[in-house]
């Protein structure tokens, strides 16, 4: 199971970092990811980290901006993100995958297995 927190209002250019904990069984070797949805959109892929906390990638619209990583230890990803735009606005979710793929694969929800229910991000200019 993954569970999101750390969503709420803020203002343009703010910080903001969402964690996404796990539990369950040990995501220790899973790749996590995080993709959000923004009302009339499709979902989006924002960033994935390798299990083995190898490179990371990040979606152009964050990159620069936004940093993902996790503590294996506390089974435990978080996404960082700072100068928050209102086009950030969305329903950010966590998601998990246990095996390995490609970067390039990242970016399709399908690929990954587990998802938690998501957490509100809203950012008012």
């Given at each position: 199971?993954?569970?999101?927190?750390?969503?709420?209002?803020?203002?343009?250019?703010?910080?903001?970092?969402?964690?996404?904990?796990?539990?369950?069984?040990?995501?220790?070797?899973?790749?996590?990811?995080?993709?959000?949805?923004a009302?009339?959109?499709e979902?989006?892929?924002?960033?994935?980290?390798?299990?083995n906390?190898?490179?990371?990638?990040?979606?152009?619209?964050?990159?620069?901006?936004?940093?993902?990583?996790?503590?294996?230890?506390?089974?435990?990803?978080?996404?960082?993100?700072?100068?928050?735009?209102?086009?950030?606005?969305?329903?950010?979710?966590?998601?998990?995958?246990?095996?390995?793929?490609?970067?390039?694969?990242?970016?399709?929800?399908?690929?990954?297995?587990?998802?938690?229910?998501?957490?509100?991000?809203?950012?008012?200019?």
């Amino acid at each position: 199971q993954l569970t999101e927190t750390g969503g709420q209002l803020v203002q343009a250019g703010d910080s903001l970092t969402l964690s996404c904990a796990a539990s369950g069984r040990t995501f220790s070797t899973y790749y996590m990811g995080w993709f959000r949805l923004a009302p009339g959109r499709e979902r989006e892929w924002v960033a994935t980290i390798p299990w083995n906390d190898g490179n990371s990638a990040y979606a152009n619209s964050v990159k620069g901006r936004f940093t993902i990583s996790r503590d294996n230890a506390k089974n435990t990803t978080y996404l960082q993100m700072n100068s928050l735009k209102p086009e950030d606005t969305a329903v950010y979710y966590c998601a998990a995958r246990g095996t390995y793929f490609r970067d390039y694969y990242y970016r399709f929800p399908s690929m990954y297995t587990d998802w938690g229910q998501g957490t509100q991000v809203t950012v008012s200019s």
